[in-house]
């Protein structure tokens, strides 16, 4: 039903169907004028009868029109349907009526013409003039064949699987590459808008198409102005922030001077307000510091120059994320993996976005829970890390949303539990420069989870 219901299928199906329709239209053409000529003696029917009528012809002139009434009467009725003979008054042999149609041609048999073709009621028709002793005549109609239409049928009958596999082969053959060639376009376009949709802005789909018709490198091209227009407004919105967060740096800087001044002077009725401040000035140097971590491009070049083993990462961030983990009263679950797993990183940036995720983890769990980790081996040289928390979890509408910059769901909107909404946006483009894919699901006893796979390096590292 995929198959039928997409472009192409239905391309395929169509042009197929009418290629074979368009095959039987031409046989019937073809033989339509050697059906329906009398002179066409190679499809004339019953030439064993056609060779007995002639030798009994060639008798009944030495023995008179008898020899051949005689003959006549012996033939089966099938057969005698076929044949009138009618002696010098115009008297048909077996006292049969003569069909209206036949008069033309018996007409035209006489001395002169003494053999005739033509079409009696659509069927072809040979008529004889057969001169006899003593002055008399016999003229002789043999129908030789069936009408047109019954001679297609018949042929279409005999034929008919020859006919059909040839056909089904030839333009089924013809109409795949048709519709392939119509709608790898298509195809195209598909793929660019998946890329494009998923943060690949840089890909561009005209030297695929190129070749094509005008109507499809005019899309293209505006596919990739599109495209284009849209990669330079977001790189220039993420310049802005970051611009924007540089130029608060320098207030920021002298605000935590002054709050440090203030609280220098030990003026015990401020306390509660300069905590207040202090709290403020800190919330907004993580944001900046986060905004700051995100990179101008989507694309990150730099090559991963450094290794790091997963187990002992995970080992190493749990024990030092354990202070703050009790304070929160969370503890770590750590289930890892039977071997070494070894990824290419470069600098400290797995470990920041690891970081991120267990900390989020211990802000959204409750007292007296755990968050668990796991690490596991997969297939085709690559690792599974599952971070698991006690929490409320996610709508599964917004699973894929929380990786973009600055989102928050409804029940995560405050800044004591809500953060706002960087640390998996920076995760997810980390993860992706290390060649690995990051997910989020709702477990089925409760919290969210967090899945990361990163590709290996050779065992033989």
Not at 376 to 397: K, L, Y
């Amino acid at each position: 039903m995929k198959f039928i219901s997409s472009l192409f299928g239905r391309m395929f199906i169509g042009a197929w169907l009418t290629a074979i329709l368009m095959v039987f239209l031409a046989v019937y053409i073809t033989h339509f004028r050697e059906f329906g000529d009398p002179r066409q003696k190679d499809r004339w029917e019953g030439a064993e009868l056609f060779r007995e009528i002639t030798d009994n012809l060639r008798i009944s002139r030495r023995h008179g029109p008898e020899h051949f009434h005689h003959w006549l009467e012996r033939l089966p009725a099938d057969f005698q349907k076929r044949i009138y003979a009618l002696d010098h008054s115009g008297h048909e042999l077996l006292n049969r009526p003569i069909p209206q149609s036949m008069a033309p041609l018996i007409a035209a048999l006489n001395f002169r013409n003494r053999e005739e073709h033509a079409l009696v009621d659509k069927k072809p028709t040979i008529g004889f003039f057969v001169p006899q002793r003593g002055g008399d005549s016999l003229r002789v109609v043999f129908i030789a064949g069936r009408s047109k239409e019954e001679l297609l049928v018949r042929f279409l009958l005999n034929n008919f699987w020859p006919i059909l596999v040839l056909a089904t082969l030839a333009s089924g053959l013809a109409c795949y590459f048709l519709a392939r060639y119509l709608s790898k376009p298509l195809d195209n376009l598909r793929v660019a808008s998946r890329r494009v949709a998923a943060g690949d802005l840089g890909y561009r789909v005209t030297p695929v198409l190129k070749g094509h018709s005008l109507e499809l490198g005019e899309l293209a091209a505006d596919f990739d102005s599109m495209t284009a227009q849209l990669q330079e407004s977001m790189a220039e919105q993420r310049r802005l922030i970051k611009d924007v967060s540089h130029e608060l740096r320098s207030p920021l800087a002298r605000l935590q001077v002054a709050l440090g001044i203030a609280r220098q002077k030990n003026v015990g009725a401020l306390d509660p307000e300069l905590d207040k401040i202090g709290k403020a000035a800190d919330y907004l140097e993580d944001i900046i510091a986060d905004i700051l971590s995100l990179p101008v491009n989507s694309n990150d070049d730099r090559p991963l120059d450094d290794v790091v083993e997963v187990n002992s990462l995970l080992q190493a961030l749990t024990e030092e994320l354990q202070d703050e983990a009790q304070a929160q009263g969370v503890q770590f679950a750590l289930r890892q993996g039977e071997r070494e797993f070894l990824v290419a990183t470069r600098g400290s940036s797995l470990t920041a976005a690891l970081e991120n995720i267990l900390r989020n983890s211990i802000k959204y769990s409750p007292r007296g829970s755990a968050v668990e980790l796991t690490v596991t081996a997969q297939p085709e040289q690559r690792c599974r890390i599952q971070v698991i928390d006690a929490g409320s979890g996610v709508p599964e509408t917004e699973l894929e949303a929380i990786f973009r910059p600055f989102y928050r769901t409804d029940e995560a909107r405050t800044r004591e539990s809500g953060g706002f909404g960087l640390g998996l946006a920076i995760a997810q483009r980390t993860v992706v420069q290390h060649g690995g894919v990051i997910t989020a699901f709702n477990p089925k006893h409760a919290g969210l989870g967090i899945s990361i796979e990163l590709p290996l390096l050779d065992d033989a590292f």
